[in-house]
Nanobody, 122 residues
Framework: VQLQASGGGLVQTGGSLRLSCAASGRTVNTYAMGWFRQAPGKEREAVAAINWSGGMTYYAATVKGRFTISTDNAKKIVYLQMNTLKPEDTAVYYC????????????????WGQGTQVTVSS
């Protein structure tokens, strides 16, 4: 499975961005997609996750109510709509695929994209 993330950029505090991640290859055995982020000097953390049908989601407490994860199951694309962005959202955002669960547990994700930079200026 290959993942291609896009949509990052520079935005001011309070602004919005939408990230996309397209999955290709043998996606038939995958179950869920997740977004993670890593800020400079910090560990990578889970942001949101969703199963392909969209019926189950996970959000980190820090983004709940501001970020929305969604899927286009037919195209195998996952989106992360990020609203009311804050400087602390600045990070490299990664998408990942899990064969088993909608989860925040990084070790349960089997394939990773290359990351896209999101920078929120104050």
């Amino acid at each position: 499975v290959q993942l291609q993330a896009s949509g990052g950029g520079l935005v001011q505090t309070g602004g919005s961005l939408r990230l996309s991640c397209a999955a290709s290859g043998r996606t038939v055995n995958t179950y869920a997609m997740g977004w993670f982020r890593q800020a400079p000097g910090k560990e990578r953390e889970a942001v949101a996750a969703i199963n392909w049908s969209g019926g189950m989601t996970y959000y980190a407490a820090t983004v709940k109510g501001r970020f929305t994860i969604s899927t286009d199951n037919a195209k195998k694309i996952v989106y992360l709509q990020m609203n009311t962005l804050k400087p602390e959202d600045t990070a490299v955002y990664y998408c990942a695929v899990s064969r088993t669960l909608v989860t925040a547990m990084e070790k349960l994700y089997n394939y990773w994209g290359q990351g896209t930079q999101v920078t929120v200026s104050s």
